[in-house]
């Protein structure tokens, strides 16, 4: 059985605990945010304090980022 594009953003939706701007806004001080755009996207505008970590490098960085190390 093929899904479809629709068929996989329902299925990630139904794992995902989406939040209003509001909600996100409030938790900003209390949360590591981390930019998964690309570094030109980035610095074109992002998220004060925001850790700039391109989505194809996450998962190599998550382990080992200073800020996100215990």
Same mark, same amino acid.
């Given at each position: &059985?093929?899904?479809? !594009?629709?068929?996989?953003?329902? +299925?990630?939706?139904? %794992? ?7 909600? *996100?806004?409030? &938790?900003?001080?209390? !949360?590591?945010?981390?930019?998964? +755009?690309?570094?030109? %996207? ?7 304090? *925001? ?20």
């Amino acid at each position: &059985m093929n899904l479809t !594009a629709m068929d996989l953003v329902k +299925r990630a939706k139904s %794992e995902i605990n989406e939040i209003s701007c509001e909600e *996100a806004t409030s &938790m900003l001080d209390s !949360a590591t945010v981390i930019d998964v +755009r690309e570094p030109t %996207e980035y610095e074109a505008g992002h998220i004060a304090n *925001a850790l700039p970590i391109p989505r194809g490098m996450l998962e190599f960085s998550l382990n080992s980022h200073p800020s996100l190390t215990n």
